[in-house]
């Protein structure tokens, strides 16, 4: 499903040349289950948004489905990101001023599907997240798990192919943590690839394929032999929370 070859990605910051992505390579087949875990500035967001066609790398490769995306402009990113890929952030990022139906329908409002489609499609995932009774609740009328439960029906109101997670329970306590990483892994159980990146080993753990990242370098694979990757020594695991986030 994805390829990355030797991907790269520099920034500048306080006049400093920083690497993001040193030379990244990468395979994921469709339906795969990964974790991105590594110390703050490791790459990780990087990664993920060069993935979900957020941001575009300096050198190197990105095939999904076979087709090239590197070369892509805005528009054709913009094109692919609606058909294919979803998104889950720690921060929701959701509309204030539209309820949880409406934040969950609005990918389909901008895709022009008619209302008699959109109603049954929005209806189906608040019944299955449990969010009937919220439908006309704002934002901010809702608990931190609710939040997160719409921002993850929105995401999937158009059934991608990729659901790209980044700290999706960063922001919860450990019960609506559980539910949410819990309701993800159930659509990657119906076929969505899931791909969370997150700074908890536990839930870094639950993934089937765990990949660890040091300085924009990929240093740990766990579906790659042993023998073939580097080993984050005890010292490089232990990232400062101040870094700068890549």
């Not at 499903?1 to 993001?20: D, S």
């Not at 409002?109 to 439908?135: C, F, I, S, W, Y």
């Amino acid at each position: 499903m994805i390829r990355l070859q030797q991907l790269c990605k520099t920034y500048t910051l306080g006049g400093e040349q920083v690497t993001a992505l040193d030379q990244v390579d990468l395979q994921i087949d469709a339906g795969d289950y990964l974790s991105v875990m590594g110390p703050s500035g490791s790459g990780k967001s990087t990664l993920l948004n060069m993935l979900g066609l957020l941001d575009t790398p300096d050198s190197g490769h990105y095939w999904l489905d076979g087709e090239e995306m590197t070369g892509l402009g805005e528009e054709s990113r913009a094109a692919v990101r609606n058909a294919r890929i979803g998104f889950v952030f720690q921060a929701y990022h959701l509309i204030d001023r539209l309820s949880a139906r409406e934040n969950i329908e609005l990918p389909l409002v901008l895709n022009g599907t008619p209302p008699r489609q959109r109603k049954p499609l929005v209806d189906a995932l608040l019944q299955r997240l449990g969010l009937e009774r919220h439908a006309a609740h704002l934002p901010h009328q809702l608990s931190g798990g609710q939040r997160q439960r719409v921002a993850i029906a929105r995401a999937v109101i158009r059934r991608p192919a990729l659901l790209l997670a980044d700290e999706p329970t960063g922001n919860l306590d450990s019960h609506s943590g559980r539910e949410v990483i819990e309701l993800l892994e159930e659509l990657n159980a119906e076929g969505i690839t899931l791909l969370v990146v997150t700074h908890d080993p536990a839930m870094g753990e639950r993934a089937r394929r765990r990949l660890w990242m040091q300085d924009g370098a990929l240093m740990r694979d766990s579906a790659a032999p042993q023998s073939t990757v580097d080993t984050p020594t005890p010292a490089a695991t232990r990232g400062a929370e101040g870094d700068a986030q890549r």
